[in-house]
């Protein structure tokens, strides 16, 4: 016995120092990275991250794509298993609902990241202490894209109009368009989630929160007016009952020329740039109605305070984040990117990007304050529905308002 | 070798039984019994996965009491199912009358009628979310160009549920129809001969012999399609999204926001166990429904 | 009723119930941008296959049906496996409990997954069977239906046939091969035919189980396609329609015993 034990001893140091010793150095971490796609955006990562990957040959990343509609559950289910992805990308609402798992991003490297990046997309992923808990990627804009034929049928010069016009002024010009377009059946369609219509509420004066943000301020006359403005758009026929009321797709609904302008967001760019041939588009102002607003958004890339390699998950973090990685990743996914440095010029539509651009520096701060609150994306649904019982006519908007002040103090008030 | 001295009551017997049964016992009582109690445990705690979680007791069933939404989903889940199972039975069952003789092309027709059951609920959730789109969906088309007005079978809040209920029944018709065949075609042509030569109509015969015959298997197909209609969640949710507002939205949507959306498991738990016991006293109820009329024959 | 009006009828009713699918089968040679065009065109306009080709180029489209295939069949498989035993114990044994788990399993079918999610990631996770295509395999295996349709049919089996082997000396196990199996291969035909289906359609499970792209399924992928903004509609018809074929194989290879399957076990429930 005692001879195998010292031959199995002596065979194991002679195979130990025949390892090379860079083998020893360089153990691999496998990163998990865990991505949503609208089109192809988690490929685009892994190309943009390509060169990362040469020169650090000793992380492997591990691609792992979720279906948008169960995201945040399968998040939730995966942080709650205590195995939490290494690097995730999320949106701004669900930066609000992970907010305390996220890990800070803080150190001198971040800091001087921070720097160029604009006020609004970081504001967005701050939490409560001011930290910054996600990096941002894409900035996204709320606005409007209109179908340039269907005006110019109607004899209106469209984007000159849309530099100044108000909402009152658009109605107006909606009874023309539809005049002279038998085949266009609506004026407008609008993307069937409470964040595209806060757009409405922020325009009209409104918003969610209190200045603090620790209550809700949401039953206002400016509200009211917003919700009301909303509800006359569907009762006038000018906005289709199936989206809100039903499950068309406004995106579908807009390429089939059957509306003259949906208020969606800068993301509509990349997608309306490959699939529609038949008409002239473009992205036009948002019309005023208190206020010239947008509601800023956007993707944000981050790391929990569980994952198992947190260490180089930042490092990846704080790579994708560097000008040019930032850039190129933005340029190939078609998006606006939120570094205030950027200097993208894309295949194709940038002036479009420049409208949305210009909407969100006029945006006010407060609208990422109210976004941001993870009490708020709490009622995100409840928000929907509730605005839905006002359209169907089953409840008064004023009801609606009071409804959701209520419900949403129930969490604040927790 | 030498005859065995017992047949029954040796030990191999004994065991015999138990060692068949394990390992599908074994993965049930892991993977379903477990997480089942794991669940019934987390009824009684507000358990958060953001935040933690605490014992609370009977409190989430008191606040189930005073939850208007909770009795709304209630609610439209009962209706659903009152409508869909009978519509099913009856449907299932015309077809399998149809269908079940041997013939030229009779298994290609029970091919078309299983085909949609082959499908998966997603695929179908979204194909007929597409053909039943108000402005751009097929069947408004086609009635326009029959010069009718289109019908908005999912923007209004009785067309919608009477299209899930329309859907439903499309998908899962053929599964049922299969069973209904099979039960068909066990029952002796005897039975059948006796009456034509008694001279007895198609009408009688269906009443007399077939239906009392198929008892049972209208049973089952009674009891699955109870608890499938109760537990719909994937078709309703990928057609309507509960909309128009809530008007099609049952309780494991609701219980899947709870849970997930508000970040309350605890209180999702409570509403499971409740669907659960309502479930099962569906299911008791036809049971003993059907043990009754048994012992009347 | 009249032989022809009967088929007319039966002929007349299919079209119109197989119309969701035709759209679906002919929307899918539609290029994208002629999908929402208005007027809505009923036949292509410029028939294509690029959709497939689109489908299948992204070369992921192998992996993930290598991995459906691999789950259903080795799940069914199983299933058939301890189904059928578990069926043969509960029809042709007494013990005490028995009907008890009988009912319970029965009773298990009540529970919607969605409600203890949770605590079955929980367990996967502790177990090791997350990301791994044996999670997706093994729990849900034990399928209550496929029990209940093996008990129901084993119990036409008579008992005659049981005995007079036993009396011959047999062991159990042999019994169970030499004489169940054969004589149930018609439900064994029917359970494989539901359990390759519950697999090939299951979204839940894998949803539950699996992230990473290289073990995702066929139903995992179709529901990437559903963006956060918009529907891939493209490649999501294309990889419907070819997600269909397996399907349509299994059944009508197994379809004879199918019928036959479900006949003896069915008036006597």
């Keep these: ?414 | 070798m030498a005859p065995r001295k017992r047949t029954h009551g040796t030990f191999e017997q004994t065991a015999a039984p138990l060692l068949f049964l394990t390992p599908n016992l074994l993965i049930f009582l892991i993977f379903i019994i477990l997480p089942a109690v794991l669940g019934l445990r987390m009824s009684l705690y507000d358990w958060s996965i953001l935040s933690g979680t605490g014992f609370v007791g009977f409190k989430n069933f008191q606040k189930l009491l005073s939850d208007a939404m909770f009795w709304k989903t209630l609610a439209n889940t009962f209706v659903y199912v009152i409508f869909v199972v009978p519509l099913l039975v009856v449907f299932a069952l015309g077809l399998a009358l149809l269908l079940s003789k041997e013939g030229k092309g009779m298994g290609l027709f029970r091919a078309f009628y299983y085909l949609p059951t082959m499908l998966s609920l997603i695929i179908v959730g979204i194909a007929w979310r597409w053909i039943l789109g108000f402005d751009l969906g097929i069947f408004n088309y086609i009635l326009k160009l029959l010069g009718q007005k289109p019908v908005s079978w999912l923007t209004n809040g009785a067309m919608a549920n009477a299209s899930l209920i329309m859907v439903t029944i499309w998908t899962r018709v053929g599964y049922f129809m299969m069973m209904f065949i099979g039960g068909l075609q066990a029952i002796p042509s005897t039975y059948y001969e006796a009456a034509e030569i008694d001279g007895a109509t198609k009408w009688i015969v269906l009443r007399r012999i077939t239906l009392p015959l198929l008892r049972p298997m209208i049973l089952v197909v009674v009891v699955l399609s109870t608890i499938e209609a109760f537990k719909s969640y994937e078709l309703i949710y990928v057609m309507t999204q509960g909309g128009p507002g809530s008007s099609t939205k049952f309780l494991v949507q609701y219980i899947y926001q709870v849970a997930f959306e508000e970040d309350r498991l605890g209180y999702g738990a409570a509403m499971s166990v409740v669907l659960l016991a309502v479930i099962g006293l569906f299911t008791t109820v036809q049971f003993i429904a059907q043990k009754n009329e048994y012992t009347n024959e | 009723m009249n032989k022809a009006l009967r088929y007319g009828l039966l002929a007349l009713f299919s079209c119109v119930f197989l119309f969701p699918i035709f759209w679906v089968i002919i929307s899918s040679l539609k290029p994208q941008s002629e999908l929402f065009t208005y007027p809505l065109t009923i036949l292509p306009r410029n028939p294509t296959i690029a959709n497939y080709i689109t489908a299948f180029a992204s070369g992921d489209f192998i992996t993930y049906f290598k991995n459906s295939v691999f789950v259903a069949v080795v799940a069914t498989l199983i299933t058939i496996t301890i189904n059928v035993m578990a069926g043969y114990a509960l029809s042709k044994f007494y013990f005490k409990g028995r009907d008890f788990i009988f009912y319970m399993m029965i009773g298990t079918l009540m529970i919607p997954l969605q409600a203890i999610m949770v605590p079955i990631f929980l367990l996967l996770k502790n177990l090791g069977l997350l990301n791994s295509l044996w999670g997706v395999i093994i729990p849900p295996a034990a399928t209550p239906t496929g029990v209940f349709l093996a008990r129901q049919y084993i119990q036409t089996i008579p008992d005659s046939f049981i005995e007079a082997a036993r009396i011959d000396g047999a062991k159990e196990f042999l019994i169970f091969r030499k004489i169940i199996v054969p004589l149930a291969k018609p439900i064994i035909a029917t359970i494989a035919i539901f359990s390759f289906m519950w697999r090939w359609n299951d979204f839940l499970w894998p949803f539950i189980v699996i992230s990473a792209k290289r073990k995702m399924t066929l139903q995992l992928a179709l529901a990437n396609f559903v963006g956060q903004y918009q529907i891939n509609w493209a490649n999501l018809l294309a990889m419907t329609v070819v997600t269909m074929i397996p399907m349509i194989v299994v059944f009508i290879v197994l379809q004879k015993y199918f019928v036959t399957g479900l006949t003896a076990g069915g008036v006597k429930a």
């Excluded at chain 1, 205590?82 to 001198?108: C, H, S, W, Y």
């Excluded at chain 1, 658009?170 to 757009?199: C, Q």
């Excluded at chain 1, 956007?298 to 990846?316: I, N, R, W, Y």
Aim: proline residues 4%; hydrophobic residues 40%; glycine residues 6%.
């Design chain 1, 1 to 414: 016995m005692r001879r195998r034990s010292m031959t199995a001893l002596i065979l194991l140091v002679v195979l130990a120092a025949t390892v090379p010793s860079s083998l020893w150095a360089q153990q691999k971490t496998t990163l998990s990275v865990v991505w949503f796609n609208d089109a192809n955006e988690s490929d685009v990562f892994m190309k943009t991250m390509a060169d990362y990957q040469t020169s650090h040959p000793n992380v492997v990343l591990d691609m792992q794509v979720i279906p948008f509609k169960d995201y945040e559950n399968k998040l939730k289910l995966m942080i709650a298993g205590g195995n939490p992805p290494d690097v995730v990308r999320i949106t701004n609402n669900q930066v609000a609902m992970f907010v305390d798992q996220l890990e800070p991003l803080t150190g001198k490297t971040f800091d001087t990241l921070a720097k160029n990046y604009y006020s609004s997309s970081l504001a967005l992923a701050r939490d409560e202490a001011g930290r910054l808990v996600a990096m941002p990627t894409e900035a996204t804009a709320n606005g409007m894209i209109v179908n340039k034929t269907l005006f110019a049928n109607a004899g209106i010069d469209v984007a000159k109009l849309s530099q100044t016009w108000t909402w009152d002024q658009w109605v107006e010009a909606m009874k023309k368009v539809l005049k002279a377009n038998p085949k266009a059946k609506y004026g407008i369609t609008v993307d069937f989630s409470p964040h595209r219509f806060s757009t409405f509420m922020f325009e009209a004066g409104g918003r969610f929160l209190t200045n603090d943000g620790k209550a809700m301020n949401f039953n206002t006359p400016e509200n009211l007016d917003a919700l009301n403005f909303f509800k006359m758009l569907h009762d006038d026929g000018l906005a289709p009952a199936s989206v809100w009321m039903g499950s068309e797709n406004p995106q579908e609904l807009f390429s089939a020329g059957l509306v003259a302008c949906h208020v969606g967001g800068s993301w509509l760019i990349n997608a309306y740039n490959a699939t529609i041939k038949d008409f002239e588009w473009a992205a036009v102002r948002m019309p005023k109605r208190k206020i010239n607003s947008s509601v800023p958004g956007g993707k944000f890339v981050g790391t929990f305070k569980t994952s198992a390699h947190k260490k180089e998950a930042l490092d990846l973090i704080a790579a994708f984040s560097d000008k040019s990685h930032n850039e190129q990743y933005c340029k190939d996914t078609f998006n606006l990117s939120a570094r205030s440095d950027a200097a993208i010029t894309y295949s194709a539509r940038n002036a479009d990007f420049a409208v949305f651009a210009a909407d969100l520096a006029a945006t006010p701060a407060y609208t990422a304050e109210d976004w941001k609150s993870p009490d708020l994306n709490k009622i995100y649904s409840y928000i929907r529905e509730q605005v839905v019982e006002g359209l169907l006519g089953k409840q008064t908007m004023a009801q609606t308002a009071i409804n959701i002040q209520t419900k949403g103090n129930t969490y604040f008030g927790k």
